[in-house]
């Protein structure tokens, strides 16, 4: 079946505007991540839906940036007033609801890059 | 909070030979899970192994093994028989058993490259 899908793959924009990312996460998966990675770094976690329970939002580093999950499938990560520190790869990954050993399944991310 | 720490930032390995990454982790927890993630260049991240902490036998999926050893909180992924594919970026990481928080905290990373 279709993987965990990403858009746009790469994004390229001047400092100051507003930039949204879209993950389509795998048929079924109730769980859904965003992480960022940036340049020499590991992945830093964003935030993370679980089903229709309020939202982890613990590790966005700003009030520049939402997410929201719509009708349990579909996200979008929102970036307002963007900042160069913001260039990164933001990974989405879901997975099915259960205990933590269930595997997250990747997309192949998005590269945003700020002029 | 939990950290994991990978200090080797790149090795490299002989084709069919094996080559071992280190993994070490801090928590205050008894019971979790502990994953490998590899990273090739097209960016999507493929798990690899996982283990969790309550079983004392280590993980194993045909060339891939780790040594777990949950006394010292170090988790290593050896891999046998190395192929040109297995280049890539692994990530070391972890996720607590507690409630529905199940979020990763990962390493920086290790590089790998492998020599034909």
């Known amino acids: 079946g279709a993987g965990v899908s990403q858009s746009p793959s790469n994004k390229v924009t001047e400092k100051g505007k507003d930039v949204e990312l879209r993950c389509d996460p795998i048929?079924?998966?109730?769980?859904l991540y965003w992480y960022r990675q940036s340049l020499g770094q590991g992945l830093e976690f964003l935030i993370y839906?679980?089903?229709?329970?309020?939202?982890?939002k613990s590790g966005l580093p700003s009030d520049r940036f939402s997410a929201e999950r719509t009708g349990g499938s579909v996200s979008t990560l929102t970036i307002q007033r963007t900042q160069q520190e913001d260039s990164a790869v933001y990974l989405c990954?879901?997975?099915?609801?259960?205990?933590?050993?269930?595997?997250?399944?990747f997309g192949d991310g998005t590269r945003l890059s700020i002029l | 909070a939990q950290t994991v720490t990978q200090s080797q930032p790149e090795m490299s390995v002989q084709e069919a030979e094996t080559v071992t990454l280190s993994c070490t982790y801090d928590?205050?927890?008894?019971?979790?899970?502990l994953f490998w993630y590899k990273q090739p260049p097209s960016r999507q991240m493929i798990l690899v192994i996982r283990?969790?902490?309550?079983?004392?036998q280590n993980a194993t999926e045909n060339r891939f093994s780790v040594n777990f050893q949950k006394a010292a909180k170090s988790f290593s992924l050896k891999i046998s028989d190395s192929q040109l594919g297995d280049a890539a970026m692994y990530f070391c990481?972890?996720?607590?058993?507690?409630?529905?928080?199940?979020?990763?905290?990962f390493g920086k990373g290790i590089t790998l490259s492998v020599r034909p």
């Open positions: 990954a879901s997975s099915l609801a259960g205990p933590s050993n269930q595997p997250q399944h």
């Open positions: 048929s079924g998966h109730t769980a």
């Open positions: 839906f679980q089903g229709n329970s309020a939202p982890d």
């Open positions: 928590t205050s927890e008894s019971d979790y899970y």
């Open positions: 283990q969790e902490a309550y079983k004392q």
């Open positions: 990481a972890y996720n607590t058993v507690q409630g529905a928080n199940s979020k990763l905290t």
